[in-house]
Protein backbone atom coordinates (compact mmCIF):
# COMPACT_ATOMS: atom_id res chain seq x y z
CA UNK A 1 0.00 0.00 0.00
CA UNK A 2 1.23 3.50 -1.26
CA UNK A 3 2.32 6.17 1.63
CA UNK A 4 0.98 9.38 1.12
CA UNK A 5 4.01 11.87 0.78
CA UNK A 6 4.96 13.72 3.78
CA UNK A 7 5.43 17.47 2.61
CA UNK A 8 7.56 20.26 4.89
CA UNK A 9 5.94 24.01 4.25
CA UNK A 10 9.46 26.05 4.95
CA UNK A 11 12.85 25.90 6.31
CA UNK A 12 12.31 26.33 9.66
CA UNK A 13 9.63 23.06 9.00
CA UNK A 14 12.95 21.15 7.33
CA UNK A 15 15.16 21.99 9.56
CA UNK A 16 13.29 20.83 13.00
CA UNK A 17 12.21 17.79 11.16
CA UNK A 18 15.94 16.96 10.10
CA UNK A 19 17.17 17.60 13.24
CA UNK A 20 14.53 15.24 15.17
CA UNK A 21 15.05 12.63 12.72
CA UNK A 22 18.47 12.21 13.32
CA UNK A 23 17.67 12.73 17.26
CA UNK A 24 15.25 9.78 17.13
CA UNK A 25 17.48 7.57 14.77
CA UNK A 26 15.47 7.41 11.81
CA UNK A 27 17.25 7.13 8.81
CA UNK A 28 15.95 9.91 6.35
CA UNK A 29 16.08 13.28 5.25
CA UNK A 30 14.43 16.71 3.47
CA UNK A 31 14.36 16.89 -0.25
CA UNK A 32 13.98 20.23 -0.95
CA UNK A 33 12.11 21.65 -4.02
CA UNK A 34 14.86 24.35 -4.40
CA UNK A 35 16.43 24.72 -8.17
CA UNK A 36 20.09 26.03 -7.86
CA UNK A 37 20.15 27.64 -11.04
CA UNK A 38 17.37 30.34 -10.39
CA UNK A 39 19.24 31.12 -6.64
CA UNK A 40 15.67 30.80 -4.85
CA UNK A 41 14.11 32.91 -7.12
CA UNK A 42 11.87 30.05 -8.52
CA UNK A 43 9.89 27.44 -5.95
CA UNK A 44 6.76 25.67 -5.17
CA UNK A 45 3.46 26.94 -3.87
CA UNK A 46 2.22 24.40 -2.49
CA UNK A 47 5.06 22.78 -0.49
CA UNK A 48 9.18 23.58 0.42
CA UNK A 49 10.24 20.19 0.05
CA UNK A 50 8.85 16.22 0.94
CA UNK A 51 10.40 13.59 3.11
CA UNK A 52 11.90 10.57 1.96
CA UNK A 53 12.37 7.91 4.84
CA UNK A 54 11.79 4.44 4.96
CA UNK A 55 8.54 2.82 4.89
CA UNK A 56 8.15 1.32 8.13
CA UNK A 57 9.40 4.99 9.72
CA UNK A 58 6.73 6.98 8.30
CA UNK A 59 4.00 7.01 10.40
CA UNK A 60 6.61 8.24 13.33
CA UNK A 61 7.81 10.81 10.61
CA UNK A 62 3.90 12.02 10.06
CA UNK A 63 3.70 12.24 13.87
CA UNK A 64 7.02 14.36 14.47
CA UNK A 65 5.63 16.57 11.98
CA UNK A 66 2.32 17.04 13.17
CA UNK A 67 4.07 17.86 16.62
CA UNK A 68 6.18 20.39 14.85
CA UNK A 69 2.92 22.07 13.54
CA UNK A 70 0.99 21.93 16.52
CA UNK A 71 -1.62 19.12 15.95
Do not use: Q
Amino acid sequence: MARSPLYVNNEVEANLLEALLEAEGIPGFVKVYKDPAYRGAWTFNDAFGHVECPREFHDRVAALLAGIRGR
